[in-house]
């Protein structure tokens, strides 16, 4: 492993959060056992110790979640917009003061870095459920003028029960992204965590619910298809926001379809991110290594995979890109110094290593860093992967069509701005693409012909709040983190007209 001198965090309070928050689901107000004594273990990735086990929950868990939210519904949608808004925001302020804890958490369950990962995420998601508390009062509808003597007006109301169900990458994140506009907007809600990580969104669960009517917020855990499809089929259920890969944010739009409910997806990417020859070199070469998201070991949707290089700069972009991902510090994710943890899980490294594996049978393709497993001497698991650039693949190749997750990137020559649209654009997904270039015309025509729902031009900034997020194509439909996305997706609308019966 590369290293410096270790600065090992002591996590001993986050393991015992997690052996407290064991085999409970959140329900009605508080952490309570589960219908069910099955149980899945949760694994801390680089030592594949188990540090918690949670319930796998099935149908008996989610209609018992989803009886607890509709009987809190009546209680929080008549609560005051902005002082639900207010509430929210006494739950960010204690969030924060537990975000080292939170993050350790985290960080035990995922493999995440501390220090480059986890702190930031926590902070993110408290800031997500201050920026909705905020609008609180912006839930409001609409006058029409009408003939005199009728008033004609929307209503903009709650939806009722929710069901969310939510991935391991960014749990903590995603969870702020579900729960603050859907809570805000006075619906309650049931969520249901990732099999590999529910602990750290078990207890902002908990802390949030400590403000809030009993039931308003509630969550289980378990298999997908075991527990999210009795979940969003349950008939109280009023609708379904999902994080999580394409092909389950098909299965969700199928479980739902007869109740005819509404459905935000957001899903996966194969982002391109473009550099074009006149771009400022000295940002796009770390722009592209920071776009990889190699912090979570590029397990993030919005991770730049697929990097794009116009012919004449190739061979300098891929060399300094090698040169800063081979100093990338790998390790324990408890190390200060850390950069890039372990990932999820074995079966994870697999799949990554089938894509990896992949380039043998390419004539001409290269690994040019990084490649294979490492192992850390001070851990047994063999969870670490280096940051792997690969490139001359074909683009046809599923190295350059699937979503790896994983820190693995393919390098793409092109040879001017047309053919970079056409490489960037052959593709099913349409989540995140940047491009680097110092001509204004260039970013102009980019922004307008790429297909991609995030758009960025000399940088590769994640996902924050206030900044709308969702993808096109297979990535998903609908918007997340803004108020216009609270207000379409976590609101619905009736229109009234009165007539005072004037006679003139
Ligand atoms: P996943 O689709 O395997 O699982 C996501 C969630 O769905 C988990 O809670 C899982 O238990 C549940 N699930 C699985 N099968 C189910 C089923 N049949 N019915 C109901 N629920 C089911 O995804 P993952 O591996 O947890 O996360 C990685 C994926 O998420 C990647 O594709 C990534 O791009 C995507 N993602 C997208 C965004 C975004 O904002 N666009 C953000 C983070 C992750």
Known sequence: MSGTQKRLIDSAAARAEAKRLSNKVLVGGSLVAAETDATIDVIHPPTMEVIATVPRCGAADAARAVEAAAKAFPVWSRIPARERGRLI????????????????????????PIASQSRGDMATAVDMLRMFAGVSGELKGETVPDAQGVLHYTTCEPIGVIAAVIPWNGPVFTLSAKIAPALVAGNTIVVKSAETAPLAVLRCAEIIQSFLPPGAINMISGVGEEVGKPLVQHPAVRKATFTGSVNVGKLISQYVADKLIPVTLELGGKNPNIVMADADLALAIPGVVAGMRFMRQGQSCIAGSRILIQERIYDEVVEGAVKLMNALVVGNPFDENTEVG??????????????????????????????????????????????????????????CQEEIFG????????????????????????????????????????????EAGLV?????????????????????????????????????????????????
């Open 89 to 112: 925001a006494q739950a960010a302020d204690r969030i924060e003061a537990e975000l080292e804890t939170l993050s350790q958490l985290q960080t035990l369950e995922t493999g995440h």
């Open 342 to 399: 372990a990932i999820i899980s074995q079966k994870q490294m697999d799949r990554i290593q089938s894509f990896v594996s992949s380039v043998k049978d390419i004539p001409g393709a290269r690994v040019l860093c990084g490649g294979s497993p490492e192992a850390d001497s001070s851990m047994p698991g063999r969870l670490f992967m280096r940051p792997t650039l690969i490139d001359n693949v074909p683009h046809d190749a599923p190295l």
């Open 407 to 450: 820190p693995v990137a393919v390098a793409v020559r092109f040879t001017d701005f047309e053919d970079a649209i056409r490489i960037a654009n052959d593709s099913v997904f349409g989540l995140a693409a940047a491009m680097w270039t110092r001509d204004l015309g260039t970013a102009m025509q980019f922004a307008a012909r790429i």
């Open 456 to 504: 960025q031009v000399n940088q590769y900034a994640g996902p924050r709040a206030n900044v709308s997020y969702g993808g096109l194509k297979v990535s998903g439909l609908g918007k997340e983190y803004t108020l216009q996305s609270m207000l379409n997706h976590f609101t619905r609308s009736r229109t009234i007209q009165i007539n005072a019966g004037l006679r003139s």
